[in-house]
């Protein structure tokens, strides 16, 4: 793949990420507008029972997949190999689940055993079939794949809460929209079944030794606080806490593009020892990375509480400043994606997994101490905290291997961009004020194009762009 077949890849799947996440985010307004928010709160610690156990159960195979299946060497041994070890380990989650069923369902608010086993056994092995693909470097299939989850997940959740089916409706829409990521992986996917030896469960283990602690890792940046929330603070307090996680997800949808992309390639090269080539691209993937998260950081500054409030649910507004702390929290969590998959893909996984040892301690520790005074500030504040810590752990692991150019000018350009947008946005919020949807997304409307008129005057990002665009028409001149 060359590197414009490359850019055009990563801004396709940029605009399937973004397609994905509009049908994610129209479902979770259409859910807050008919589930109330205790209710909401079933479901989100239904999923968070769900994350904890597919992540652990994963035993980190996900990324070590990726790895196996793009060396081109007994795909199909390493391919049943990992369904076999999900699917075992899966089964003892599901036995778990019934044995401990009591304090789940005091803790979830519903009884639910079975629909916990269906859900973590669906996503493990919609997970295992992604990679795959993945590893084949067919991102785009592999992002059709995701898109269609969502779909089917939204579409199934949102028609059974309609006929009154409450969260476990949303339930039984999280393990069709694994289903289908199956089943169409399955058809999709050019590795067959093959009887697996025992150097291919090496193979899979000399990686995910390091790589299966990043799936409990995950679990903690992402879930734990919202999981200490439904511990330590009222009913209602988890829902609108994870609807601000659920929107400030959107900013890194570049991130999750180019990483897609990229991956696969970076571990050809390491494996040639072209590193080189690693670090001929890491200033564009840096740039391309944070061209979204840091004016979405400014937006959610500026309209943050509006868009809470009024697109969502007029109590959730408690969660805008908290919100503002997990826009942060994207922007460092996508110059970590980078360089997490940049390292793993040179066979180094052991400097992300010491650092997220660092990380995840610190995690731990601080949403612990800081929820029960801060409620969902500290909750956030804990979580970013840790991933910075985390990340910067990271760069100066990847620094000591290889001579990576830092954009600066470039980035500080996107920064100030994003600056002068929040501006011109801010002033028009004093003269209008965001009371209606229709108000609201005109603002937002306003800075994107005012933040994109501006960030394209830098030549560096401009060329960025262009790479990326899926047509070669130059954006000035």
Same mark, same amino acid.
């Given at each position: 793949?060359?590197?414009?077949?490359?850019?055009?890849?990563?801004?396709?799947?940029?605009?399937? @990420?973004?397609?994905?996440?509009?049908?994610?985010?129209?479902?979770?307004?259409?859910?807050?507008?008919?589930?109330?928010?205790?209710?909401?709160?079933?479901?989100?610690?239904?999923?968070?029972?769900?994350?904890?156990?597919?992540?652990?159960?994963?035993?980190?195979?996900?990324?070590?997949?990726? /790895?196996?299946?793009?060396?081109?060497?007994?795909?199909?041994?390493?391919?049943?190999?990992?369904?076999?070890?999900?699917?075992?380990?899966?089964?003892?989650?599901?036995?778990?689940?019934?044995?401990? /069923?009591?304090?789940?369902? #005091?803790?979830?608010?519903?009884?639910?055993?079975?629909?916990?086993?269906?859900?973590?056994?669906? +996503?493990?092995?919609?997970?295992?079939?992604?990679?795959?693909?993945?590893?084949?470097?067919? *991102?785009?299939? &592999?992002?059709?794949?995701?898109?269609?989850?969502?779909?089917?997940?939204?579409?199934? %959740?949102?028609?059974?809460?309609?006929?009154?089916?409450?969260?476990?409706?949303?339930?039984?829409?999280?393990?069709?929209?694994?289903?289908?990521?199956?089943?169409?992986?399955?058809?999709?996917?050019?590795?067959?079944?093959?009887?697996?030896?025992?150097?291919?469960?090496?193979?899979?283990?000399?990686?995910?030794?390091?790589?299966?602690?990043? %799936?409990?890792?995950?679990?903690?940046?992402?879930?734990?606080?919202?999981?200490?929330?439904?511990?330590?603070?009222?009913?209602?307090?988890?829902?609108?806490?994870? $609807?601000?996680?659920?929107?400030?997800?959107?900013?890194?949808? &570049?991130?999750?593009?180019?990483?897609?992309?990229?991956?696969?390639?970076?571990?050809?090269?390491?494996?040639?020892?072209?590193?080189?080539?690693?670090?001929?691209?890491?200033?564009?993937?840096?740039?391309?990375?944070?061209?979204?998260?840091?004016?979405?950081?400014?937006?959610?500054?500026?309209?943050?509480?509006?868009?809470?409030?009024?697109?969502?649910?007029?109590?959730?507004?408690?969660?805008?400043?908290?919100?503002?702390?997990?826009?942060?929290?994207?922007?460092?969590?996508?110059?970590?994606?980078?360089?997490?998959?940049?390292?793993?893909?040179?066979?180094?996984?052991?400097?992300?997994?010491?650092?997220?040892?660092?990380? $995840?301690?610190?995690?731990? $520790?601080?949403?612990?101490?800081?929820?029960?005074?801060?409620?969902?500030?500290?909750?956030?504040?804990?979580?970013?905290?840790?991933?910075?810590?985390?990340?910067?752990?990271?760069?100066? #692991?990847?620094?000591?291997?290889?001579?990576?150019?830092?954009?600066?000018?470039?980035?500080? +350009?996107?920064?100030?961009?994003?600056?002068?947008?929040?501006? *011109?946005?801010?002033?028009?919020?004093?003269?209008?004020?965001?009371?209606?949807?229709? @108000?609201?997304?005109?603002?937002?409307?306003?800075?994107?194009?005012?933040?994109?008129?501006?960030?394209?005057?830098?030549?560096?990002?401009?060329? *960025?762009?262009?790479?990326?665009?899926?047509?070669?028409?130059?954006?000035?001149?």
């Amino acid at each position: 793949m060359s590197d414009d077949d490359a850019g055009r890849t990563s801004i396709i799947l940029f605009g399937i @990420h973004l397609a994905a996440r509009v049908v994610g985010f129209l479902g979770l307004v259409y859910f807050t507008k008919i589930l109330p928010p205790e209710q909401l709160d079933v479901y989100f610690l239904f999923f968070v029972i769900v994350q904890v156990a597919s992540l652990v159960s994963s035993l980190g195979l996900g990324q070590a997949l990726v /790895r196996r299946i793009s060396e081109r060497d007994r795909q199909g041994g390493i391919f049943t190999a990992a369904l076999v070890v999900v699917l075992t380990v899966g089964a003892v989650a599901a036995g778990l689940f019934h044995l401990f /069923r009591d304090p789940l369902a #005091g803790y979830i608010g519903a009884d639910v055993p079975l629909v916990l086993s269906l859900g973590t056994a669906s +996503w493990l092995l919609a997970d295992i079939h992604l990679r795959t693909i993945q590893g084949e470097d067919r *991102v785009l299939s &592999a992002g059709f794949l995701q898109i269609t989850q969502d779909s089917v997940r939204v579409g199934v %959740g949102a028609a059974l809460i309609t006929l009154g089916w409450g969260p476990v409706g949303l339930m039984v829409g999280v393990i069709a929209g694994f289903g289908s990521t199956v089943l169409g992986g399955q058809l999709l996917t050019d590795v067959s079944f093959a009887v697996p030896r025992r150097s291919d469960f090496s193979r899979l283990f000399s990686i995910s030794k390091y790589t299966m602690f990043f %799936g409990p890792t995950n679990f903690i940046y992402f879930w734990l606080d919202t999981a200490m929330i439904g511990l330590l603070l009222l009913p209602g307090s988890v829902s609108p806490y994870e $609807v601000a996680w659920q929107t400030s997800r959107v900013l890194i949808i &570049a991130t999750n593009a180019i990483n897609q992309t990229i991956f696969p390639k970076v571990s050809a090269w390491a494996n040639e020892g072209e590193l080189g080539e690693i670090e001929r691209v890491l200033p564009g993937a840096i740039i391309f990375t944070l061209i979204f998260p840091l004016p979405g950081l400014v937006g959610v500054a500026v309209l943050g509480e509006e868009l809470l409030s009024v697109v969502y649910r007029p109590s959730y507004a408690v969660a805008a400043i908290p919100m503002v702390v997990l826009a942060a929290y994207m922007v460092v969590e996508g110059l970590q994606r980078v360089v997490n998959s940049v390292l793993t893909g040179m066979d180094r996984a052991d400097i992300p997994f010491r650092a997220r040892l660092v990380g $995840v301690t610190l995690a731990v $520790v601080l949403n612990v101490v800081l929820i029960p005074e801060y409620g969902l500030l500290g909750a956030a504040t804990a979580t970013f905290t840790a991933k910075f810590v985390d990340t910067t752990l990271q760069w100066r #692991g990847l620094w000591r291997l290889l001579d990576v150019r830092v954009p600066g000018a470039a980035l500080g +350009w996107e920064l100030l961009s994003a600056l002068g947008m929040g501006g *011109v946005v801010y002033a028009v919020t004093t003269v209008v004020s965001p009371s209606s949807p229709v @108000h609201l997304f005109g603002f937002i409307a306003m800075g994107v194009g005012t933040y994109g008129l501006l960030v394209i005057l830098d030549d560096d990002i401009r060329q *960025v762009v262009e790479k990326y665009s899926p047509v070669g028409v130059p954006l000035l001149g």
